[in-house]
């Protein structure tokens, strides 16, 4: 769910950050700064070691040319994509004025006409006020920068070149995606480019020529002069408009911090016209961006849609959460500006103007109540008419009461879920054991079973062989007991035959 703004208090006093599971969620403060405005502790990262072998000035010096290092290759990726649309659209031409294409003539003509140009209120050619407002927007970056380096805020500086780096970024995958017609018609764009540069684009070259080539562009593209355009392609929104947009918020920002009195000059340094001269500061920035949004439309160098496009799209990537929260961590990853000496391993003395006290970073000496205060992760600027006191919207690391209510019943949901799941996993546990119970019951009934007709048949067998046995055993003493009845009587016979023939033998020897 995305943050939800609601107006809050002045916050008298903020905890060392602490993250926790918990949802953020937007509170307004009423001034354009957190915390304590004369002392106050920023916890020092891990990336304060990896730093160590850094000098100050060096490591200071790497703190603000990362974001510009950022914003370059933004403008680099915007060059790239104009300079494939520039290509196509130059081809594209050639191909439909080619005379034995009829067909096409119709669409050349809507093309190179006024067509699809925007209505011409003024001279097309420059003149002194055009001039004298680009060279104003041109070094808008110049006093962004220098200003900003003098506050200090490296928040702002950060949201400034990371915001610009995804317009960008955006502006060259539009136009190499859909390459829309030049605004001042393809007669304009010929008479821009010419007849060297048709020629160039319409060759093909090397991948490095043309990096080359971009790089070039890309020096060129640092200046946002509209007289001083090489390329015909356009987008659907205003590049140089999201541009100066963006560097005129930053600045009007930073006239906040001016007029809130949080310089980081001593009090005693401090001017009492400050608040004048930002206020004064932000009725030029609102006539100059006026003027950028009108001049190119009257002069017909952009499509009114495109303009008010580009404001829109500047305005929402500038002040959108996820790059306020980006931002966030990106600041809490360096070490402090002023950071003390190495003995202070927990917490680092900051200046109330530097960027972790804006963000709402610092916290009173001898604070006891950390856990139910609020803890600021971000925060992104009101676009105007601001009310007094008001020009900032704060993200937090803290529910709301909705959130928690809300987060509460989603939780008491899932429990009740869960305890149905348990409940229907149980029941189904409690018929699988009965059912394994039964077929353990049956296995032991059909094993009774057959034990019992084994031993049956076992018994059967015994039984069968013991008669087989008694039968025999009769039979035996049957037949001994005949032998034993008619045997003398035989043996009789046969001693008295063997008499008998022995004893004639024996009387005639006598003779």
Known sequence: MPPTWSPGQRQTASPRPRLEASRPSALLHPDGFSGSQE????????????????????????????????????????????????????????????????????????????????????????????????????????????????????????????????LMMLKGFVSWATVVPDAQGWKACKDRLGIDGLRYFREDRLVVDMLADIVLLEVRGFWFARSRRRLCADATFSGATSLSVLFCTSLCEASIILSSGTSQRSPEEADALLPAIAQCMRYLLVALTVGNLVVPVLEGAQRAEAVALGVVVAIAVSNSPVLALTVDSWCRSWPAEDAAAPGLADTTPLSPTSTAALMGFARFTGEEDVEHTLVDLGKVLIPPPWPVGREYCYLRQHPLPEAS????????????????????????????????KKEQADELVSAQRSDRFAEQRIQEALSDQQRLLNSRARRK???????????????????????????????EGYL
């Open 477 to 507: 003493r049957t037949q001994t007991m005949d032998f034993r009845q008619s045997g003398p009587s035989a043996d009789g016979l046969l001693l008295a035959s063997a008499m008998s023939a022995m004893k004639p033998s024996r009387s």
């Open 405 to 436: 209510a809300q987060k509460e019943g989603v939780m008491q949901q899932l429990l009740a879920i869960l305890r149905q799941s348990q409940e229907q996993l149980a029941k189904k546990e409690q018929k699988k054991l009965e059912m394994l």
């Open 39 to 166: 002392t106050g502790q920023f916890p020092r990262t891990s990336r304060s070691i990896q730093h160590g072998l850094l000098s100050k000035e060096g490591l200071q010096i790497l703190r603000w040319a990362l974001p510009s290092l950022f914003l370059l290759v933004g403008l680099f990726a915007e060059n790239v994509g104009l300079y494939f649309a520039t290509q196509r659209y130059v081809r594209w031409m050639d191909e439909l004025h080619k005379p034995s294409n009829d067909a096409t003539a119709a669409a050349a003509s809507a093309l190179e006409g006024g067509t699809l140009r925007g209505a011409r209120w003024l001279s097309s050619d420059v003149g002194f006020m055009s001039l004298l407002l680009e060279s104003i927007t041109d070094i808008l970056p110049i006093l962004c920068l220098g200003l900003i380096w003098r506050l200090g805020d490296m928040r702002l500086w950060c949201q400034t070149t990371f915001a610009g780096a995804l």
